[in-house]
Each structure stands twice: as structure tokens, then as C-alpha cells.
């Protein structure tokens, strides 16, 4: 027993032996008649005798709030309730011997002191039990309640003064039961019942909802007391014990409310303690269990746990958390309290075979990762072998077809000086020039896919600007540009080159040409794949490469077409889109190429 407990049990011991031998010696001394005061009674109460058996027991009833009540500041509303009750009867145990008038009224107004206070404190406690008091307006309310039992208080007690709540005259020897009640009385009536309709109001709200229909018995109960109260305003109870009767109600109602569970209460604190739903002890400075709960089960291996979370030295208001192999699949996290420190334990067995069974799949998905990363690899390495092998192919093809050209422009060169032969020959060679630097280009191409298979702008517009070069000192007006922000793929150049060169042949045999070349690449919405559900749009890029050759239209060579229809073949045979429109003046060629396009 702590010494809180004992100052309790103490002063409760003490007032009820006081009331006790108060009370027996009124008893034993008896009536003191003296019919000729005013016709007053003037000796002990007829129900002194229950008031004397009842003080006790409302001391051993607020001794027991002190054990069971968990909630400190209710377990004090309600001993203040037991001491009011105890106090109540006291007054009226020495109301009756007193043979003043003044006094007996004092007395008597002393009455509503307990009246208000107890259902002042009953309310309190219905607010502390709903989490009312959480509120910050709540303590203004409270103030405003104290004040107006305050003031309640001292209208009643000064009555004599004003008689506003009392009205009568000591100059009626029966004074004490021809009195009439003032509009004070019921001022101080309404506020009683107000604070008990707020008081049902917090308990019901505090009440989880299968605690609701304890209502009913409180509900009897206070019909029972309002229908007293009725009767005693009436006259037709006057004779009755209204200090014991309200008492003995209002105790009962709280206590039916203790016992449900609407007010927190428990038969003891430790067993309040053993009743949590976890496996948790209270630890002395020493590493001693002090307090446990009914989950704990002592053991072998509690030591490792109690020796790490001492030695952890946890310092105010922090948690630590901790786990040894001594205790598998527990959790433990230590709290520091007064005196020493708290340790929960925590089953974590479901969340460690979850935790296991997750780096078990985790463990496979980074296999078959690996496995997906060395079958990408591989298939990586066959496309692009795939590539390479279907660039050559077609590289092989069109040198060999630009080499059977080369020797047929070279086997029928003209061999005479005059000036026709000199021109025609300066022609076909220039071809020639051209058709070899074709074949260096292509050619490059094989060893750029084994050494550097990415053409970035700047090797790309070198290519351009040189081959525009050559063309413009041969007299044709040729300008270039290439916008291209990322790296090419060899086969996507070939493409690129095809059309190049094949319209610089077309402009070559061409009269008085102009040739327009503009190479870009931009992004473009593609048809992504879905199993049985809505395709989804993806993003690819493509190099788009847009020419213009302008002519006159008389003159044109046998060339001209030849080129251009040579070009047309070759972009059917590629997986490209194209649009090549020829004329007599001219041609336009816009051709769209994407990374994994331009092969065959």
C-alpha cells in the first residue's frame, strides 16, 4: 500500500469515527423534549440511526473510488461526492438538538452546499470521462459552473436576508414547515436539474455503445429521486430523511456507473495493469520485474532483454526499440517511467515469415533479372549482328551496281579532243567522281559499324556540307543543313546517303539545277501493344530528310530520271515512308526513316 492510500484510508477512518461518535452520542442521549420551543422538534433525528450505519459506508465507498478509479481527477469528484454526502448528514444529525432559530435556519440553508457541489462534481466527471475537458473551452465552463454554484450558495445562505428563496417568518412558532418557496428556490431546483440533464448528456457520449442501455437503471434511479423530490416540495414527505434519501441515490448512481464501465474503474490498479492486452513489465532501476501483465510469461531467456534495454540508458520521454537472438520473432521497445523502465514485447513472427517470404521473391526476381538482362544482352547482340549482316548485303548490292555503272561510263569515254568529246568526257568523269565517293561513303559505313557505329550531327553535316561542296564547284547551286540532336544508326544513314548522292546524280544530269537538302529528327506518337487491352501510345523518333531540286525543263538528260527512279527502287525496298514526286522541272522528296528502320 502506497502512502497516497494510507493518507486516504486514514482521513475516511477518521471523519467516519467522528460522525460515529457523534452520531452515538445523539443517539444514546436521545430526544431532548421541548415541546414549548415554538413547537419545534429539538432532539435527535428519528433516522439517526441509518444515518449512523450510512457515514461508514460512504467512507468505505470514497476509500474504494481511490482503489478502483483509474482516472485521478474523477477518483477525486467522486470522494468529493462521499465527503459532501458524509457532511450532509452531519448537519443534519445537529440540526435537530439545536434549539436557535437563527441557527436552525443556517443549518438548514447549509443543506444546498451538498445539493449543488455533488452534482457539480457528478457533471465533472461526466466531462472528464467523454474528453470534454481536452477542450480549452472547457475550463471556462467549469469556471462559469463554480461561479454560479457560488453564488446559488450565498443567495441560499443569507435567505434570512431577503427571503427570496424562502419565504417565512420566525414570528410563526411553526415556521419550519409553513414555509413557501421564492422564485430563488426554484432558480437553485432548475440549476440542479440542468447540471443532472448534462450530466446523462456527457455519460452518454463517453458510453461505448454497448454500455448505452446501463442508462436505463440511472434512468430509474433519478426518476425515483425527481418523484421524491416532488413529493417532499409538496409537503406530502416532509417528514422524510431528505439527506439520506438523496445520498443514498445519488451514490448508487455512480456507482452503477463505475460498475459499467461509463466512469473508468477497476477493483484494483493491478489488476487494471494485468488486464492490458500486451506483454509488458515494468522494470525496477535493477532490471528487477516490478509489475506485469497476464501475456507475460516468464522465462530462461529474459535476461538478454532486460540487460540490453538497461544498459541502453534511455533518457526522458524516448522509446528504444531492440531485438536479440535469445528471443526470436520478438520486438522490444523500452519506455522510461518513474522509478525505472517499461518493456513491451511485440510476437513479430507473422512479419518476419512475411519479411522472409519477400526476400525469398526478391531473391528470385533478381535471378530472373539476370536472366532477362543475359537474354537481352544476347538478343542485342544477334539484332545488331542481324543489322550489320543486312547492311552489308545491301551495301554489297549497291556497290556493285554503282561499280557496273562506273565501268560503263568509263569503257565508253570519248576519245577524241575536240570540244564536244572534251565536254561529254568531262562529264561522265565527274559521274565518276561522284559514283566513287558514293562507294567511299557506303563502304565507310561496314567500318564505322565495327569502330564507331554512331553518327552524330557533326559527322553528318561534314559529310553534307562536303558533298555539297563538290557540287557546287561542278555548278550546281546546292546548300545543306542538317538539325539532327542525337546519334544515328549506320543503317539509317545509308538510307540518308542514298538520297544524297541520288539526287546529286539527278541534279547532275539536270539543266541549270538548284538542290535543297534538310536533314531533322523528331519524336512521334507510336502504337504501343496490348494484351486485350487498349493499345497505348509510345514515343519513337524518326530523322526526317527533306529535299527540293529545281530545273529548267528543257535539256534534261538521260540521267536526270535515271537517278531518281533509281532512288525510288531503293527506298521501296527499305522499310521506309517516302513521298517522291518527279517532274519535267523538278523533283520534292520528304522520306521518314526510325532507329530500327532502313534495312531491308
Not at 11 to 26: D, H, K, S
Request: aromatic share 8%.
Amino acid at each position: 500500500m502506497d502512502v497516497d492510500r494510507k493518507h486516504v484510508l486514514i482521513a475516511c477512518a477518521i471523519a467516519g469515527a467522528v460522525l460515529g461518535v457523534v452520531l452515538a452520542v445523539l443517539q444514546a442521549v436521545g430526544p431532548f423534549p421541548t415541546p414549548n420551543l415554538h413547537g419545534m422538534p429539538t432532539g435527535a433525528s428519528r433516522s439517526t440511526g441509518f444515518m449512523l450505519a450510512m457515514a461508514p459506508l460512504l467512507a468505505a465507498w470514497g476509500f474504494t473510488i481511490h482503489l478502483r478509479c483509474s482516472d485521478a481527477l474523477i477518483a477525486r469528484y467522486l470522494k468529493a461526492n462521499a465527503a459532501l454526502c458524509i457532511a450532509w448528514l452531519l448537519i443534519v444529525t445537529l440540526k435537530y438538538p439545536t434549539g436557535n432559530d437563527h441557527l436552525v435556519s443556517i443549518m438548514w440553508y447549509l443543506y444546498y452546499v451538498p445539493m449543488l457541489l455533488t452534482s457539480t462534481f457528478s457533471l465533472f466527471s461526466a466531462m472528464r470521462a467523454s474528453a470534454l475537458d481536452r477542450m480549452p473551452v472547457t475550463s471556462y465552463a467549469k469556471r462559469a459552473v463554480l461561479a454560479i454554484d457560488a453564488a446559488l450558495i450565498a443567495l441560499v445562505l443569507t435567505n434570512n436576508l431577503h427571503h427570496v428563496v424562502f419565504r417565512f417568518s420566525f414570528d410563526d412558532p411553526l415556521w419550519s414547515g409553513s414555509y413557501t418557496y421564492g422564485p430563488g428556490y426554484w432558480l437553485v431546483l432548475g440549476w440542479i436539474i440542468t447540471q443532472i440533464v448534462l450530466f446523462f448528456a456527457c455519460s452518454f457520449a463517453a458510453a461505448r455503445r454497448q454500455l448505452r442501455s446501463a442508462f436505463v437503471p440511472m434512468a430509474l434511479i433519478v426518476g425515483v429521486l425527481g418523484t421524491y423530490t416532488v413529493l417532499y416540495i409538496l409537503r406530502f414527505l416532509i417528514g422524510s430523511n431528505l439527506a439520506l434519501v438523496c445520498s443514498i441515490l445519488l451514490i448508487s448512481c455512480l456507482e452503477i456507473a463505475l460498475d459499467l464501465g461509463i466512469l473508468p474503474s477497476y477493483y484494483w490498479r493491478e489488476s487494471m495493469f494485468s488486464a492490458l492486452p500486451f506483454n509488458l513489465r515494468i522494470l525496477s532501476r535493477t532490471g528487477e520485474v516490478a509489475l506485469h501483465t497476464a501475456l507475460f510469461q516468464p522465462s530462461a531467456h529474459d535476461d538478454a532483454p532486460h540487460s540490453m534495454l538497461l544498459q541502453s540508458d534511455l533518457p526522458r520521454r524516448s522509446i528504444s526499440s531492440f531485438r536479440t537472438t535469445a528471443v526470436p520473432h520478438t520486438l522490444f521497445r523500452g519506455y522510461n517511467v518513474t522509478g525505472g523502465s517499461a518493456l513491451l514485447a511485440e510476437d513479430v513472427t507473422a512479419i518476419d515469415e512475411r519479411r522472409e517470404t519477400l526476400e525469398q521473391q526478391q531473391d528470385s526476381l533478381r535471378a530472373h533479372n539476370e536472366l532477362l538482362k543475359h537474354r537481352h544482352a544476347i538478343d542485342s547482340v544477334l539484332y545488331r549482328t542481324q543489322q550489320e549482316r543486312a547492311l552489308i548485303d545491301e551495301i554489297e548490292q549497291t556497290l556493285a551496281a554503282k561499280t557496273r555503272r562506273i565501268d560503263e561510263l568509263l569503257s565508253d569515254l570519248p576519245r577524241g579532243n575536240d570540244p564536244q568529246s572534251l565536254a561529254k568526257r568531262r562529264e561522265r568523269l565527274t559521274e565518276v567522281k561522284l559514283l566513287i565517293a558514293y562507294c567511299k561513303r557506303k563502304g565507310g559505313l561496314v567500318l564505322a559499324g565495327k569502330s564507331d557505329p554512331a553518327f552524330n550531327r557533326e559527322r553528318l553535316q561534314l559529310v553534307f556540307n562536303e558533298t555539297a561542296a563538290d557540287l557546287r564547284t561542278l555548278g550546281i547551286d546546292c546548300a545543306a543543313l542538317v538539325d539532327v540532336k542525337r546519334v544515328l544508326p549506320a543503317s539509317t544513314v545509308s538510307v540518308l546517303y542514298d538520297c544524297l548522292y541520288d539526287f546529286a546524280a539527278a541534279a547532275f544530269a539536270a539543266s541549270n539545277p538548284i538542290l535543297m537538302l534538310f536533314v531533322s529528327d523528331k519524336a512521334e506518337a507510336g502504337e504501343g501493344s496490348g494484351d486485350g487491352v487498349a493499345a497505348g501510345r509510345q514515343q519513337r523518333r524518326v530523322v526526317e530528310m527533306r529535299a527540293a531540286l529545281e530545273a529548267d525543263e528543257s535539256a534534261q538528260t538521260e540521267g536526270y530520271t535515271r537517278s531518281l527512279e533509281e532512288l525510288r527502287r531503293v527506298l521501296e525496298r527499305r522499310n521506309v515512308r517516302f513521298a517522291l514526286d518527279i517532274a519535267s522541272d523538278g523533283a520534292t522528296l520528304a522520306v521518314q526513316v526510325s532507329e530500327d528502320e532502313g534495312v531491308a
